[in-house]
């Protein structure tokens, strides 16, 4: 059984800085990619940062240079370091993380998700 446990959402106000961490768990042989994806309400889910094993980021257009997703392979965890928020990141924050289990290969695993809100 695989979990992922995320944590260090919260309220903050605008200009401020959050750090969300995702620390996957169970039997996990390896992880690809790990990542943080976000949802608003009545939106659509959407990526918000990914990181591979070796290190390579991808971040959507609207956090580049705010965020800062990295990651700790030794302990299969995942964090975010949010700066500068915006009323507009109000959302629901999920972990993700591509990983493989003795019985899967390459599947997709969810955390249940952290909420951040971002007052004016």
């Known amino acids: 059984q695989v979990q992922l446990a995320e944590s260090g959402g919260g309220l903050v106000q605008a200009g401020g800085s959050l750090r969300l961490s995702c620390a996957a768990s169970g039997s996990i042989l390896g992880i690809r990619t790990m990542g943080w994806y976000r949802q608003a309400p009545g939106k659509q889910r959407e990526l918000v940062a990914t990181i591979t094993s070796g290190g390579n980021t991808k971040y959507a257009d609207f956090v580049k240079g705010r965020f800062t997703i990295s990651r700790v392979n030794a302990k299969n965890t995942v964090y975010l370091e949010m700066n500068s928020l915006k009323p507009e990141d109000t959302a629901v924050y999920y972990c993700?993380?591509?990983?493989?289990?003795?019985?899967?290969?390459?599947?997709?695993?969810w955390g249940q998700g952290t909420q951040v809100t971002v007052s004016p």
């Open positions: 993700n993380a591509d990983l493989t289990t003795p019985t899967a290969v390459f599947v997709d695993y």
